[in-house]
């Protein structure tokens, strides 16, 4: 059975760092793309980018572009996205996404990962 | 970006109701390898989207055959034909040239 598992929910300060991970399994993770998607307290669903866990080829969205960092670890089936410096408005909640062909067919979501930024 | 605009925002339809949701993007979808990337999901109340329709029309594994998809170019159409409880939610349409965008989404609801 495919599954996405995601890192439970956080609470942090701004300009704190955070790494909330995905992992993966019931297939082969380095063969299938692995995207990331935020949906703000209320709001609609915005991509945020996609990376190829084979060979770590990553693509972001403009407007997530130097904002977070995605990366996968193979070895372990997981995928991370990460802030260096969290801000209020990045409270959101985040999901994993399987994408096999980088063409947007999410065919599996994980459960998603609420993280929370507040003083 | 593509923008992707649908229409309507929100939805109340009585159970056994036909329904339909309009989705246009602000450029053509149809990629030089002749498929057009447009995506449907929905949203269930307190849960992860899921995939309903693919590629315009084609429905994803164990998707009822009331939800059907229509489209070319920029207009796209997606169609419950007798709408029951659970297909309340939130509908969005993706399209799958990077960078993916979604629509706002369109929120259904029973009468």
């Known amino acids: 059975e495919v599954q996405l598992v995601q890192s439970g929910a956080e609470v942090k300060k701004p300009g704190e760092s955070l790494k909330i991970s995905c992992k993966g399994s019931?297939?082969?993770?380095?063969?299938?793309?692995i995207g990331w998607v935020r949906q703000m307290p209320g709001k609609g669903l915005e991509w945020m980018g996609i990376i190829y866990p084979g060979d770590s080829d990553t693509r972001y969205s403009p407007s997530f572009q130097g904002q977070v960092t995605i990366s996968a670890d193979k070895s372990i089936s997981t995928a991370y996205l990460q802030w260096s410096s969290l801000k209020a408005s990045d409270t959101a909640m985040y999901y994993c996404?399987?994408?096999?062909?980088?063409?947007?067919?999410?065919?599996?979501w994980g459960q998603g990962t609420l993280v929370t930024v507040s003083s | 970006d593509i923008v992707m605009t649908q229409t309507p925002l929100s939805l109340s339809v009585t159970p056994g109701q036909p329904a339909s949701i309009s989705c246009k993007s602000s450029q053509s979808l149809l990629h030089s390898d002749g498929k057009t990337y447009l995506y449907w999901y929905l949203q269930k109340p307190g849960q992860s989207p899921q995939l309903l329709i693919y590629?315009?029309?084609s429905r994803f594994s164990g998707v009822p055959d009331r939800f059907s998809g229509s489209g070319s170019g920029t207009d796209f159409t997606l169609k419950i034909s007798r709408v029951e409880a659970e297909d309340v939610g939130v509908y969005y349409c993706m399209q799958g040239i990077h960078p993916y965008t979604f629509g706002q989404g369109t929120k259904l609801e029973i009468k």
């Open positions: 996404v399987r994408d096999p062909s980088d063409d947007g067919y999410c065919d599996y």
């Open positions: 019931g297939y082969s993770f380095t063969s299938y793309w």
């Open positions: 590629e315009v029309s």
